[in-house]
Nanobody, 126 residues
């Protein structure tokens, strides 16, 4: 089992940057992929970014590619989401996710991730 706790959300202006963090605890001795989803008001939950166990392979949604960067800490128990050039459309609750058996062909599917954090609000004002 893994427990995930996000931090770093807040209110920013369009064009600003923000970094989200997620710390994992529990069964961290086994390799696991981590990532981020988000849910905007009135919209479906959507994939944002993911990073594999080694930290060498990353995946991004087209909507954030070139603006967001996902990375892992040295101990591999923390994942970060560096968000730049933020837009009002990025306003959402961001959820940290983790998987012990991520299918590389299905990284964008919510059902691939067994563990979810409680979410952190990011609000981008225009």
């Amino acid at each position: 089992q893994l427990q995930l706790v996000e931090s770093g959300g807040g209110l920013v202006q369009a064009g600003d940057s923000l970094r989200l963090s997620c710390a994992a605890s529990g069964r961290t001795f086994s390799p696991y992929s981590m990532g981020w989803f988000r849910r905007a008001p009135g919209k479906e939950r959507e994939f944002v970014a993911a990073i594999r166990e080694s930290g060498e392979t990353t995946y991004y949604a087209d909507s954030v590619k070139g603006r967001f960067t996902v990375s892992r800490g040295n101990a591999k128990t923390t994942v970060y989401l560096q968000m730049s050039s933020l837009k009002p459309d990025d306003t959402a609750v961001y959820y940290c996710v983790a998987s012990f058996s991520l299918d590389s062909g299905a990284y964008y599917r919510a059902m691939e991730y067994d563990y979810w954090g409680q979410g952190t609000q990011v609000t981008v004002s225009s």
